[in-house]
């Protein structure tokens, strides 16, 4: 048999998939992958209903998207952010992350080099290899978790091409301020670099904190894919829609990218995304009082426990440092085998520093119950 592609085959198994599985073996309460074990509002489930019904709704949308969509994602820019995206500079995912994989593909060649900030959600390593492109890893330290101009200045070459933000970041759960922006933007500037922002987590902002998409920094949108999905905000994971929004010529690029990918995302459930958008106005401010109670339900229980806690100041996520001593794989090990609760070993979201091997990624999107049981055990 001829070589199969060298990278795919250097790629193991996820480390959401991998903990998902070993805690369904153990029957472990699964605080590891980032996903609500509750129900979504049965407003939003029977929108899905009504648009499944709707023969027309079951074929292909076209490539960019629904173009009720790209409407209601071109006006919901415009009143939550006061960004402008036109229609054409909005294009509709099979979830954030196929809006990630054609951003990154559009904008690299091989050679050039991309910037993370470490801990990293996994698939931007992923992706920047396969485009193959060099990735260089800027240790956000814990607890603060704080980005450092000095730290990315000195990780900037004339190869380097792309930076990758999340914010609100996983795993984390910083909401980097408006200096921390400021700084990824003047960098972006003064070295003529694309960001991707992956804003997945963009309501889930806590303690009266708000969002700042980095593409409404002065000189930003021209160099910025801003990128989000239905899933985290209406809690509704497996629908998989998502998009991307950037200046004409970079969507041109990524959307040459989608229509040979998926070519277009799944069409019913863009119809009812479509509908969500015109109530998330309502939506949101109960919405973010559900998962700040369960944020501080969370955090402050587990200060009685022997892992010590950093209070999240967005996303469904909390880090946990644990005691001296213990590495993250065997701690999340016995963890799920003796008290019977799964979380994630960040160590899988590191290239460089060992850090995450001394912390434990928790996922509090859980039912009330799920939650209590699961404190219980950890206490
Ligand atoms: N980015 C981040 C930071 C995530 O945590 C996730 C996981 N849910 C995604 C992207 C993927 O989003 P989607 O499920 O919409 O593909
Ligand atoms: N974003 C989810 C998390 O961080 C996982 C998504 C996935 O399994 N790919 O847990």
Redesign the pocket.
């Given at each position: 048999m001829k070589e199969l592609n060298r990278i795919a085959t250097t790629f193991k198994e996820s480390i959401f998939s991998e903990i998902s599985r070993t805690a369904n073996e153990f029957q472990a309460i699964n605080l590891s992958q980032?996903?609500p074990n509750f129900h979504a509002p049965e407003w939003l489930l029977e929108l899905a209903r009504e648009s499944v019904n709707e023969n027309h709704h079951n074929q292909y949308s076209p490539s960019s998207g629904n173009n009720g969509l790209v409407h209601e994602l071109s006006e919901y820019y415009k009143r939550f952010y006061n960004l402008d995206y036109q229609t054409n500079e909005i294009t509709v995912t099979?979830?954030?992350?196929?809006?990630?994989y054609c951003a990154a593909t559009a904008l690299l060649n091989p050679g050039d080099e991309v910037l993370l900030f470490e801990p990293f959600?996994d698939?931007y390593l992923a992706i920047s290899q396969l485009a193959g492109a060099k990735a260089k890893f800027i240790t956000l330290e814990k607890p603060e978790f704080k980005i450092n101009a000095s730290a990315i200045e000195k990780n900037i070459t004339n190869k380097t091409k792309v930076i990758f933000l999340?914010n609100p970041h996983?795993p984390t759960g910083r909401v980097f301020s408006h200096e921390e922006l400021n700084i990824i933007a003047g960098l972006a500037i003064k070295h003529d670099l694309f960001v991707i922002s992956?804003e997945?987590?963009e309501h889930l902002v806590f303690d009266g904190k708000r969002h700042t998409p980095i593409a409404t920094l002065e000189g930003m949108k021209e160099r910025t894919f801003t990128?989000s999905?239905?899933?985290?905000t209406f809690g509704v994971?497996g629908w998989?829609?998502?998009w991307a929004c950037g200046p004409e010529v970079m969507t041109k690029a990524l959307r040459n990218i989608h229509q040979f990918n998926v070519f277009c995302a799944n069409h019913p459930f863009q119809f009812a995304a479509a509908k969500a958008l015109q109530k998330i106005d309502q939506y949101i401010p109960e919405f973010k009082k559900i998962y700040e109670d369960k944020k501080n339900l969370f955090v402050n229980s587990l200060e009685k426990s022997e892992l010590k806690i950093i209070k999240p100041e967005g996303?469904y996520f909390a880090m946990a440092e644990l005691p001296a001593g213990k590495s993250d794989v065997d701690f999340c090990l016995e963890l799920i085998k003796e008290k019977g609760v799964a979380a994630i070993p960040p160590s899988a979201f590191y290239q460089e520093s060992n850090e995450g091997s001394k912390m434990l990624r928790f996922c509090f999107a859980k039912d009330n119950d799920t939650l209590n049981r699961a404190i219980e055990r950890l206490i």
């Open positions: 980032g996903f099979a979830g954030c992350t196929e809006a990630l959600y698939s999340n996983n992956d997945v987590y990128l999905s239905l899933g985290k994971t998989k829609i998502g996303t």
